[in-house]
């Protein structure tokens, strides 16, 4: 009975993991559709705005209540876009798995940072709601540059690194379980191999090292990230975080894992590759 | 019915009859049994090498035929690790385009949403037009 039930409960299980697996690329996908098209729609306000600029056929008071409705229109775009790309961070952290103790504490300190962001995101909504002369909009318009500027940015830029870092050592596991699984098959059709024996072994050895040096740059990525991260989100004492500092080890965290991605792609080629010379055998 | 069956039972070959049957059957030829010999071993030893030769290229042929059939049938199953499909598959469910692709998402959107609230409140800077076309024209992060 308790057997057939675990068998019903893996079913279950692996069920849900398949379904979750097709449909979470799909999920991102879809949220990077949704950034670009509110992008979009930003850029055509300001299109907007740049030809009332230029146009002198309308009357002074209807130049000024088009250009006030654009300019409101626009921050709206823009604040929209603030708030979705904030529940994108949000579930970007909420989805990483086997933290360890320390980067799990990292994680909770990020995500209250990014949660900070709506006292932030409230207080322009009022005002925007109130907004209704050319200088109100303009204004509102320049601090929620500077709010984006000094605070929202810089927690952004923390997040997607440390995130990112974490989705390219999910990958690597992904990847270490299908070069086992690979080295195993080829294991047991070695005898079959004849002639492509040593081009199969050559390419085995070319996907490791691909994989080996992928390993490296995520490991140099996540060491980089997670002092510069601790340092500035758990300071010692009186110490002064070096912003110049953390942005060139965020920039250095993310290019790391780039380009340790991109090693991936290409041992997945060489899969690929490999997989053509069996079937032709 | 009973003197036709006695009848029957007292019928008798003719004397004539008797001897040219016992003649015919004394004149055929007599197969004497002979001891066995090395020239009557021989044929049997070809049927039965011939038989297990036969039998030996028949269970080559069997062996070498199933790995021919497995080299061109059975090997893309058994080397499910590198299927192409399931190879892509994976590629896709780990969506590291994706994900760089967002990574840089962030990058351009800070840059694209400080130009556009320049613009918005008014004070655009001097360089801003360049910027500007890019935001409008590249609004594909």
């Not at chain 2, 004394?26 to 049994?33: D, E, I, R, V, W």
């Amino acid at each position: 009975m308790i057997r057939i039930f675990n068998q019903k409960l893996s079913k279950t299980v692996l069920s849900a993991l398949i379904v979750a697996g097709l449909f979470l690329p799909a999920a991102r996908s879809h949220a990077q559709e949704s950034f670009q098209s509110t992008i979009r729609e930003i850029a055509n306000r300001i299109g907007t705005l740049l030809m009332l600029r230029k146009n002198s056929e309308l009357s002074p008071e209807e130049k000024l209540r088009q250009e006030i409705t654009a300019r409101k229109e626009a921050v709206r775009k823009i604040f929209d876009l603030t708030e979705l790309e904030q529940s994108d961070l949000l579930s970007r952290l909420s989805g990483l798995e086997n933290l360890n103790e320390q980067q799990e504490k990292m994680r909770t300190a990020l995500t209250e940072l990014v949660k900070e962001n709506s006292n932030g995101l409230k207080e322009i909504r009022n005002r925007l709601d109130k907004a209704d002369t050319l200088d109100d909009i303009k204004q509102l318009a320049a601090d929620f540059k500077d709010w984006r500027t000094f605070v929202y940015n810089p927690k952004t830029e923390k997040v997607v690194a440390f995130t990112f870092v974490f989705q390219g050592k999910n990958i690597l596991s992904v990847t270490d379980e299908r070069l086992e699984r690979v080295k195993n098959d080829l294991a047991e059709y070695q005898n079959s191999l004849k002639e492509s024996d040593k081009e199969a072994e050559g390419l085995l050895a070319k996907a490791g090292t691909e994989i080996r040096e992928a390993h490296e740059l995520n490991g140099q990525a996540r060491n980089i990230i997670l002092i510069a991260l601790n340092n500035s989100l758990f300071p010692f004492k009186n110490a002064r975080i070096n912003e110049k500092e953390l942005a060139r080890d965020i920039y250095d965290s993310k290019s790391f894992t780039e380009k340790s991605m991109q090693h991936i792609r290409k041992a997945y080629s060489i899969f690929l590759e490999l997989g053509k010379i069996t079937r032709s055998e | 019915m009973e003197q036709t069956f006695t009848r029957l039972k007292n019928i008798r070959p003719s004397a004539e009859f008797q001897a040219r049957s016992k003649m015919l059957i004394l004149s055929s030829a007599q197969n004497q049994p002979r001891p066995f010999t090395l020239a009557d071993l021989l044929p049997e030893m070809m049927q039965s090498s011939f038989a297990f030769g036969l039998s030996a290229l028949m269970i080559f042929m069997m062996v070498g035929g199933i790995s021919l059939f497995n080299r061109k049938f059975v090997s893309p199953a058994v080397l499910s690790a590198l299927d192409a499909n399931s190879l892509n598959n994976e590629i896709e469910k780990m969506d590291i385009q994706i994900q760089i692709a967002q990574v840089r998402y962030y990058e351009n959107s800070a840059k694209k949403v400080e130009v556009a609230l320049n613009e918005t409140s008014g004070d655009a800077l001097g360089d801003t037009d360049a910027q500007l076309r890019s935001l409008l024209n590249d609004s594909n992060l």
